[in-house]
């Protein structure tokens, strides 16, 4: 990119900041990471840290590592410090210490701290930049406080009452606080029955809770109750549709960090180990076939059937898995509904394929004039429906008691278990039954 390019771009994304900052630091994600700092650089000390804190962390880490130390500290020192640790987790360990030693002492405590909290939890997703008032302040001191602090924190949704040990004390009702005599102190007016969430508390538990409470927000606590920051429920959701979308990537063996435009290399990384285990998979639903070479050169039409069967049973499965994935991330599934639900999908893919298979029997009868022919895909429609119900519950939840990720290219493993299950039980049936096809 030559200099009146990459200054025509500087240009470009400043009026952006001012006007519309998602689309500036989109504009600052496509750019080349060397031009992306040295841009970032030229920005004002406002206007870089909130650029940032728009950027997708991996790529916010990349271009911060073009730029030297000082300026690179500066604008972490500036941004909010749950959108820091984000940022500062794309680092490697080694990279972390050297960046926070260059940090403020509260600053570098601060990070270390919300760098400790476990993924998905309360801890990871708080927004530290909670009000919270003294409970000795007058009334008339706090709504000056309030007023002072309302341009900085425009955001905030509720005003936390603490101790001199910064312990949550309760919260402030507005119009408690309104219509309150002057000389009372917050303490004599605040609500004590507010609700909060530990640390390490999940994400799933969250979303839970933000559901059922109804909050625009919850505090966030330690073990001695000590204010550490505030979880808003527009993160949550926010959170969520990401992970939604994540766990679309992951179902058919994408990276959840891959982005349309993401860089070559990066996306080939990412996805071709699992298209070698998608390999794997299909010669192994191929050697099934193998196994019923001749019988298939005998009676030709049996391959004309084979990917009805499968494919039927993959979309069942699908059915299947997405509603065993949408539970686990609602928590509507505990770890001792893990039996009823495989039980109760098993009895749904049984009746479906019952009614699938008597209409799939019908018409392979009245299109090969052969009842027999009729029967077998019928039976193979049943037993591969009825397995797909059973893989589509017991695959995520497997995953996730082994700890791993349910949505982790779980579609992989579903059409593996379909593919096999329909091929085995159709040219078994046939094998079966071969007397009466030929």
């Known amino acids: 990119m030559s200099m009146s390019a990459t200054h025509a771009a500087f240009v470009l994304i400043k009026r952006f900041i001012e006007t519309d900052p998602r689309q500036a630091a989109s504009a600052l994600e496509n750019l080349p990471e060397d031009k992306a700092a040295s841009i970032l650089k030229n920005l004002t000390a406002a206007q870089a840290p909130h650029c940032l804190e728009l950027i997708q962390p991996v790529i916010a880490a990349d ?3 073009r730029l030297i130390i000082e300026p690179a500290n500066a604008i972490l020192s500036a941004m909010r410090a749950d959108a820091a640790a984000d940022v500062l987790r794309a680092f490697t360990k080694e990279a972390q210490s050297a960046i926070l030693e260059g940090l403020s002492p509260q600053r570098k405590d601060d990070l270390r701290e919300l760098l400790s909290y476990p993924q998905d939890s309360a801890g990871r997703l708080m927004q530290t930049d909670a009000i919270a008032l003294h409970r000795d302040l007058k009334v008339k001191e706090a709504i000056a406080r309030l007023r002072a602090l309302a341009p900085k924190k425009p955001s905030a949704s509720y005003t936390y009452v603490v101790d001199s040990d910064n312990r949550l004390l309760g919260v402030l009702n507005m119009r408690d606080l309104i219509l309150a005599s002057a000389e009372q102190t917050i303490g004599e007016i605040m609500r004590t029955e507010v609700f909060c969430v530990g640390a390490f508390t999940d994400r799933e538990e969250l979303i839970h809770i933000a559901g059922s409470k109804h909050y625009i927000s919850f505090p966030v606590i330690d073990h001695e109750r000590r204010l550490l920051g505030v979880v808003k429920t527009q993160d949550l ?12 990537q992951l179902m058919f063996g994408a990276s959840a960090e891959e982005r349309p435009f993401s860089a070559l290399s990066f996306k080939i990384t990412k996805r071709l180990p699992w298209l070698y285990i998608n390999l794997a998979t299909a ?18 039409i049996l ?25 686990l991330v609602m928590r509507d599934i505990r770890p001792k509904d893990a039996r009823r639900l495989i039980a109760l999908e098993m009895t749904t893919g049984l ?31 049943i037993v591969n429906m009825l397995a797909a119900g059973m893989a589509g519950a017991a695959i995520p939840i497997t995953m996730k008691r082994l700890g791993f990720d349910p949505a982790q290219s779980s579609g992989i493993f579903l059409t ?13 049936f046939a094998t079966f039954f071969q007397s009466k096809l030929l």
């Open 237 to 248: 959701i926010a959170s969520s549709q990401e992970e939604a979308t994540e766990d679309l």
């Open 303 to 327: 391959a004309v059937f084979l990917p009805i069967v499968a494919g039927q049973g993959g979309n069942a499965g699908n059915q299947t898995l997405a509603v065993a994935l949408r539970g």
């Open 416 to 428: 593996t278990v379909t593919d096999v299950v329909g091929f085995l039980s159709f040219l078994g």
């Open 283 to 300: 010669f192994l639903a191929a050697s099934v076939v193998a196994m019923f070479e001749g019988l298939i050169d005998r009676i030709a």
């Open 63 to 65: 271009i911060l590592e």
């Open 351 to 381: 009746l479906n394929g019952v009614a699938i298979g008597l209409v799939t029997a019908l018409i392979a009868w009245l299109w090969q004039g052969n009842p027999y022919l009729g029967l077998i895909i019928g039976l193979a429609m």
